[in-house]
């Protein structure tokens, strides 16, 4: 599986923004879904994660209320919704998927394909 993430950009704080990654390959729906982020001053987090149907939806704290997670099976895409945007924000967002579990894809564990980022500016 080969994923693409893309919507990325520059934003003033309060601003929204929408994400979409696209996965080539089989079986789709196999996997649980994640979106994590990564900027210079921290280790790459988890942001939110969705499951094979997307039926049950996880956020870290700092996405609850603000982001949205959601899929698109028949088009083997995810997306992330932003609203509310903050400077503290800005960081790389990866796109992520593994067949193992949702309970797993929120600690990290057992990814088994990344995408390769795509950056969010956030300004104040």
């Known amino acids: 599986v080969q994923l693409q993430a893309s919507g990325g950009g520059l934003v003033q704080a309060g601003g929204s923004l929408r994400l979409s990654c696209s996965a080539s390959g089989r079986a789709f729906s196999s996997y649980v879904m994640a979106w994590f982020r990564q900027s210079p001053e921290k280790e790459r987090e988890y942001v939110a994660v969705i499951s094979w149907t997307g039926a049950d939806t996880y956020y870290a704290d700092f996405a609850e209320g603000r982001f949205t997670i959601s899929r698109d099976n028949a088009k083997n895409s995810v997306y992330l919704q932003m609203d509310k945007l903050e400077p503290e924000d800005t960081a790389v967002y990866y796109c992520?998927?593994?067949?193992?579990?949702?309970?797993?894809?929120?600690?990290?564990?057992?990814?088994?394909?990344w995408g390769k980022g795509t950056l969010v500016t956030v300004s104040s």
């Open positions: 992520a998927a593994t067949t193992t579990s949702t309970a797993h894809a929120i600690l990290g564990y057992g990814i088994e394909y």
